[in-house]
């Protein structure tokens, strides 16, 4: 751990110190210019790009893009990410993951609630809660509507209390005073929903953007349901969060967010959402109707800032946070079903279908397994359980000596050491969701076909292609003489 970033502008403060934030001083419309904008910058990992002037707005109203994404810092690609969560800028991916897999062992650490946080500056309630004073953005040319969440934690909370649950999902505006959002009902949101519709009550909610840094992340991992998202930060970091009670309903949110909207969502009003470019790369789908989000109170930080994904082709947030965390989820899942596993790593570039898993290369001594294709079949199965296997469409199993976070390491051992037929594992029936564009309607509605590779080496030494790569071949008194002959050159 480096330091625990309680609010979005000391990540933003961070990030300026590695030169990873850009200022744009000239005016950009919410209409596709500020989506753009954001997406030029993700696809070429640029500073992340901070509007300090939005056409139409008031001064002070700023637009924050790619919070998250792949960081221009030389040397620290994965910077936003290991920033947000407490660890040093240049942290190796797969560091990332083996700190939260670890926090998921440990007792959770509830948050405090203090009297007053900077989320409160401003309070509008009444007539005075519309959306309509904030840069609302059309990210992508082809959305159903002007998108106000991309990177913000919704707050429901069970009828009883006993579970508050942090998740993030799109959420669209309808108008100054309405939202509109998938509530899906295998989702925590919806099994939260149902809860409250049960009750015929309408269910509270607060929409936090601006939150810090580490909140998106956590509602983005997918944590068993019933595990409150607060608590889990807490034991990641050895601290409690510090959240403000909300104004107009009874839910907790984090003190330092630029922005939280507060309300209830309608249990028999929907309105048309969507379709909206999305993390696999596409503009896919068309608008369906999903519960209406009634907004009762707005509070905000002086000087806002709005932070705003442009989901699509990778690497953005979508594959940073959710599968940095998910790979963290599958680590310990895997891990905790006594697989001997040493990484698991859900591929950015893939937009999140391709789940890599490496093991030991005494995995024969560590496991009851006796063949790579047994020891194949199992991790897939386990990695395909929910909620990590929501996501992912394939599965990848390596020795150790391949670094799953380099693509180089990963194409070279998928083309080498998994034979073109015997090597697949073709697992039938998994549940698939339509953001995966390659399956057929019957797919979407009945399951679809998943597949894991078998990219293991023979275990036997004898029996083991041997690498030529230079710190595989060459002793390490060979690689330390070769190198000090480059540099005396």
């Known amino acids: 751990m480096t330091k625990h970033l309680t609010s979005l502008r000391d990540h933003l403060a961070a990030l300026d110190e590695l030169g990873d934030v850009r200022e744009l001083h000239a005016p950009a419309d919410t209409h596709l210019e500020i989506g753009a904008v954001i997406r030029r910058s993700a696809e070429n990992r640029d500073p992340a790009p901070l509007f300090t002037a939005v056409k139409g707005y008031a001064p002070g109203f700023r637009v924050l893009g790619a919070p998250a994404a792949l960081s221009s810092a030389p040397g620290a ?32 650490i509830a948050p405090v609630v203090v009297d007053r946080g900077p989320c409160q500056e401003n309070v509008l309630l009444g007539e005075d809660a519309t959306l309509d004073a904030f840069p609302v953005p059309l990210i992508h040319d082809g959305d159903g509507g002007r998108y106000i969440n991309t990177w913000g934690a919704i707050v429901v909370r069970t009828p009883d209390g006993s579970w508050t649950n942090w998740s993030i999902a799109r959420v669209m505006m309808i108008d100054g ?16 929903f149902k809860l409250w519709r049960d009750r015929g009550e309408p269910m509270p909610f607060a929409l936090v953007q601006g939150a810090e840094p580490a909140v998106p992340f956590a509602c983005g991992m997918g944590l068993p349901s019933g595990t409150d998202e607060a608590g889990y930060l807490g034991a990641h970091f050895g601290e409690p969060l510090e959240l403000v ?11 330092t967010a630029e922005i939280v909207i507060e309300g209830h969502v309608s249990l028999d009003e929907t309105a ?28 905000h930080r002086d000087d806002p800032i709005l932070p705003v994904v442009s989901a699509g082709k990778p690497v953005e947030e979508d594959h940073t946070a959710v599968g940095t965390t998910y790979s963290a989820e599958a680590l310990h899942q895997l891990r905790a079903a006594g697989l001997p596993v040493t990484a698991a790593w859900i591929v950015p ?56 976070t380099d693509l180089r390491d990963l194409m070279w051992a998928f083309h080498t050491r998994s034979h073109p037929t015997r090597g697949q594992i073709v697992i039938e029936d998994q549940k698939v969701t339509p953001l995966h564009v390659v399956y057929s309607p019957e ?34 008194d060979i690689q330390a003489r070769a190198l000090a002959i480059w540099e005396n050159r």
């Open 77 to 108: 690609p994965w910077a936003r990410v290991a920033l947000s969560l407490g660890l040093d800028a240049a942290a190796h991916p797969l560091d990332i993951v083996e700190e939260l897999a670890a926090a998921r062992g440990r007792e959770p």
């Open 177 to 192: 005073r309405r939202m509109a959002g998938m509530v899906r009902p295998l989702q925590d949101v919806g099994k939260i």
């Open 245 to 255: 009670r909300c104004k107009t309903v009874d839910l907790d949110v984090p003190a």
């Open 272 to 299: 048309p959402e969507g379709p909206m470019g999305e993390y696999a790369g596409y503009l896919t789908g068309k608008a369906n109707p999903w519960p209406v989000f009634h907004i009762s109170a707005i509070t």
């Open 349 to 404: 570039e893939s937009a999140i279908n391709l789940l890599a898993v490496t093991v030991p290369r005494d995995w024969r001594e560590r496991s009851a397994f006796t063949s790579t294709r047994m020891l194949t079949r199992a991790i897939a199965h386990q990695a395909l359980r929910p909620k990590v296997g929501y996501w992912i469409t394939r599965i990848m199993v390596l020795d150790d000596d391949i670094d799953p």
């Open 443 to 476: 797919e979407l509605a009945e399951g679809g076909a998943k597949i894991a590779y078998d990219c293991l080496l023979h275990p036997d030494e004898d029996k083991r292609a041997r690498s030529t790569a230079f710190k595989d071949n060459f002793s390490t």
